[in-house]
């Protein structure tokens, strides 16, 4: 039997990382538990409204933030406020599917042009692999506003 899976993230700005990660893939941040949103509304704002009520004080509003895939079908990313900086590299990371099918210059151009949307949403390019078929068929590195790595592929 199979599990699902939630991929969390350390932060220091867990929603401010949550912003960039919904951008990058297209998710959403999810309504608090029994809200329902009316269309256009700002889901973040009404999480600060739903812990007013509990009673959560206002600095500790942006301890953790989530993000799930509005079509039910990629993995729920949640971000958990920690204190300490990253010091290495990330042992795993998310690759971004910016190019499925396409190869070739066609291919990297593709991933050139999602590189500089992500950029404009604070996203830093690291590293350009070109391709090498038949084992690669070239990709980007690149770092979140945060500095945590991920590909473009």
């Known amino acids: 039997m ?6 969390t993230f350390d932060a220091h700005d867990p929603r401010a990382l ?3 990660w ?15 949103l009316p269309e256009g509304a700002d889901p973040l704002a ?3 409204e739903f812990l ?3 009673g959560i004080p206002e600095d500790q509003h942006n301890s953790n933030s989530a993000i799930e895939d509005p079509d039910g079908q990629g993995p729920r990313v ?7 900086d990253k010091i290495a590299k990330n042992r795993v990371h998310l ?16 991933l050139e042009t999602e590189c500089e949307r992500l950029v404009a949403l604070g996203a830093t390019r690291v590293r350009r692999f070109e391709p090498a078929p038949p084992m690669s068929a070239g990709f980007l590195v690149m770092a979140d506003p945060e500095g945590n790595e991920f590909c473009l592929d």
């Open 2 to 7: 199979s599990r699902h899976v939630q991929i």
């Open 18 to 20: 949550s912003r960039f």
């Open 22 to 36: 919904a951008a990058a893939l297209g998710y959403v941040h999810p309504a608090p538990p029994g809200v329902e």
């Open 46 to 48: 009404a999480w600060d």
């Open 52 to 54: 007013t009520r509990l």
């Open 78 to 84: 949640f971000f958990q406020q920690v204190p300490e």
């Open 95 to 110: 690759d971004i599917r910016a190019a499925p099918g396409a190869t070739g210059a066609d291919r990297m151009a593709a």
